[in-house]
């Protein structure tokens, strides 16, 4: 009887050791999985960045690639192109005249305030290179269409001494006007 009971003893020690063994192995598994899971949910979404930033990197890589492009290009030219684009969307905004000014390349349009309005946006958005160095909206006079303003737009490119058209430096006369038409409240576009 003392055998059995020791065998007995044996046999429940036995079967509990297993028992733990299992549970720790048990658990040993599910880590394993759990980690592997973790890697995976973390590799997908290092892919998802990756992706993410690929695109963006392409699209900067192509705005620079055109932006280059047209930094080689003229001034009057690049002008004209988006004038043409915007009046293709606008039929109430039209071209009067393209005249140079010590502040830059001046445009002067008649066209309705909604059509100004796009006009800015348009021009933001399609040319950041450039930027408005003066802008006057007066009261149409007696012969223009009726409802329409008189623009003027002064841009200059924001690298201004390295465009094709500027044949010299200003003077100090010109750089004297200059500040003078910057800084007054109304600046005076004709000289």
Not at 10 to 36: E, H, P, T
Not at 79 to 96: C, E, H, M, P, T
Not at 146 to 172: K, P, V, W, Y
Request: glycine share 6%; with cysteine; charged share 25%.
């Amino acid at each position: 009887m003392k055998i059995g009971i020791i065998k007995l003893f044996f046999l429940g020690l036995s079967l509990m050791g297993s028992w733990i063994f299992s549970g720790i192995l048990l658990d040993y598994a599910q880590s394993i999985v759990n980690k592997r899971q973790a890697m995976e949910t973390e590799y997908e979404a290092s892919k998802r960045y990756v992706e993410q930033f690929s695109t963006q990197v392409k699209r900067i890589s192509e705005l620079k690639r055109g932006y280059d492009t047209r930094k080689k290009q003229n001034t009057e030219t690049i002008l004209i192109d988006v004038l043409s684009r915007f009046q293709r969307k606008r039929n109430d905004f039209r071209l009067v005249s393209i005249f140079q000014s010590p502040l830059g390349i001046g445009l002067k349009a008649e066209a309705r305030s909604a059509a100004v309005v796009d006009f800015l946006d348009f021009c933001e958005q399609e040319m950041p290179d450039f930027s408005f160095q003066s802008i006057s909206l007066t009261a149409p006079s007696i012969d223009t269409r009726t409802g329409a303003l008189l623009c003027e737009f002064i841009f200059r490119r924001n690298d201004f001494e390295a465009s094709s058209h500027q044949t010299g430096s200003l003077t100090a006369g010109e750089k004297k006007d200059e500040k003078i038409q910057l800084l007054s409240p109304s600046p005076s576009l004709k000289k």
